[in-house]
């Protein structure tokens, strides 16, 4: 059963949060969808609430191409683990970008959250599907969305959930 749908900014992939806890990427083209990659999501049957391509990687003038958001992905789960894939370029394509190329500053903050999350970190810079790193959210999901940014911009890049409570909670990426 799938609980949810997300279309990469090209149109050219197609995401699938499914009950059984895995997430199904699949490529459309002619009015057909083929699937290119199936992500396990740890071990556990838990379905994914919501999956996104979120435009949270900050578009410039040396990268205006689509493509470039096509490579990453997240997924989260009732469990409320959110799940950054880095799809890699042979499911996304070859113009897209390497989310981890794009976030060189990632791995040095100091907040607590995201270094435990980037522990056991590869960079990899392989061409198939691989989780990044995780977040725990703490509550049941609703959905995700994301804001769309370019350089420059003063909202920075930002991935909003909704959860079973009345709150809205965001993630800043920067």
Known sequence: MVHSLAFAPTGR???AGLR??????????????????RLQLDTH????ASALFPAILPMSASQPHQCAQD??????????????????H?????KAINP????????????????????????????QPKELFKIPH???????????TSEGD???STMFLADVTSDITAYTII
């Open 13 to 15: 992939l197609l995401a």
């Open 100 to 127: 981890l190329l794009a976030w060189p500053h990632l791995g040095n903050t100091n907040e607590p959250k995201v270094e435990d999350a980037m522990e056991g970190l590869s960079l990899d810079f392989g061409d």
């Open 45 to 48: 049957e838990t379905p994914v």
């Open 90 to 94: 042979t499911v996304a394509s070859e």
């Open 71 to 88: 490579r990453l992905l997240a997924c989260i789960r009732n469990d409320a683990i959110i799940h950054f894939w880095d799809l890699g």
């Open 154 to 156: 003063i909202f920075p």
């Open 20 to 37: 059984d806890g895995t997430a199904s990427v699949f490529q459309v083209e002619s009015r057909s969808s083929v699937e290119v990659a």
């Open 138 to 148: 703490y509550r049941k999901p609703n959905w995700m969305t994301s804001s769309r």
